[in-house]
């Protein structure tokens, strides 16, 4: 049921707008920044290893204008998310609550918030080189179009994962100049990794989605979810050994960071047995446990960088 909009006060419109861009809900905020921080701290890496260093830190100031964008554009994303929701989130019990469905907002203030939020992203790029402003283009472009994906086709966890993971290359620009193989390898292990949790999420919701005609890779996979899931998860260890292979290898830390990886694979192995059983609770539990993989593959990465930078 659609609420009056003058029954709501300040205090309510205020909450309702930390809802639209899930301030009460930080897990996507994590899932986004630190794949960013991964992309920023390698970046840094590399341009230190490129000019005959082992290693080396990005500056205080870029790694705070990637935080704070990555925070900033995740919001965004879903305030233009339940816009393009707002017709179908009232027949799902999980977003039946959520403040465009149940009319606590109008369509065009999630439009706006998606807007004003861009727009503060990317006043933050004044202080970067102007190369990243025109990569930050793609950016926008992905994170509004993605939404509405879900209509057109099965693959909307793709778009998702792109828009997520264009920090990433965008990282590589404003530190090196422009991305490398190593930027791209990266790119494509983060988008695995994300097709496979957003399928997880996914799966939380198919039998709803299946009703509205809402479309996903849940959907699409249908009994070789769990076991496409596995595929991505060891597609995404695989590349991201190569890619530590590559950084760290050569240096006093030698395999340490790539061994590191197999407490991951535990971490997916916990996961896919939660997803077994195709109920939606514990697929979404599964799909919360990611925010672990990208906490401890974060705190890998940054203290490698900063051990090596450090140790001299």
Not at 132 to 154: C, D, E, G, N, Q
Not at 273 to 297: D, T
């Amino acid at each position: 049921m659609i609420a009056n909009q003058s029954s709501f006060s300040l205090k309510d419109k205020l909450y309702a707008f930390i809802q639209l861009t899930r301030f009460d809900k930080p897990v996507g905020i994590e899932l986004l920044l630190w794949p960013t921080l991964w992309g920023v701290m390698l970046a840094a890496m590399g341009q230190a290893q490129a000019t005959g260093q082992m290693a080396g830190l990005p500056s205080l100031k870029v790694f705070v204008i990637f935080a704070t964008g990555a925070i900033l554009m995740r919001a965004a994303g879903c305030a233009i998310n339940d816009f393009a929701d707002r017709k179908v989130d009232s027949h799902v019990n999980r977003t039946k609550g959520r403040p465009l469905a149940d009319g606590r907002l109008r369509g065009r203030d999630a439009v706006w918030t998606f807007l004003i939020l861009s727009w503060i992203s990317a006043s933050l790029l004044f202080f970067l080189p102007v190369q990243v402003f025109y990569w930050s283009l793609i950016a926008v472009a992905l994170a509004f179009i993605y939404p509405f994906m879900k209509r057109f086709t099965h693959l909307p966890q793709v778009f998702l994962a792109a828009a997520f993971g264009w920090a990433i290359p965008m990282a590589y620009v404003a530190i090196q100049g422009s991305p490398d193989i190593w930027c791209w390898l990266l790119f494509v292990a983060y988008m695995c990794w994300t097709v496979a949790y957003d399928t997880q999420y996914a799966m939380a919701d198919r039998a709803e989605d299946l009703q509205i005609g809402v479309k996903s890779t849940a959907i699409l996979f249908g009994r070789f979810d769990v076991l496409i899931i596995a595929i991505l998860q060891t597609l995404f260890l695989l590349i991201m050994g190569i890619v530590f292979w590559h950084y760290f290898a050569p240096t006093k830390l030698g395999l340490i960071p790539i061994f590191a990886l197999g407490l991951v694979a535990m971490m997916f192995s916990k996961q896919n047995k939660k997803c077994l059983s195709r109920e939606p609770l514990p697929c979404f539990q599964a799909f919360l446990a990611n925010i672990w993989v990208g906490r401890y593959i974060f705190a890998v990465v940054a203290v490698s960088c900063a051990w090596l930078a450090l140790s001299g």
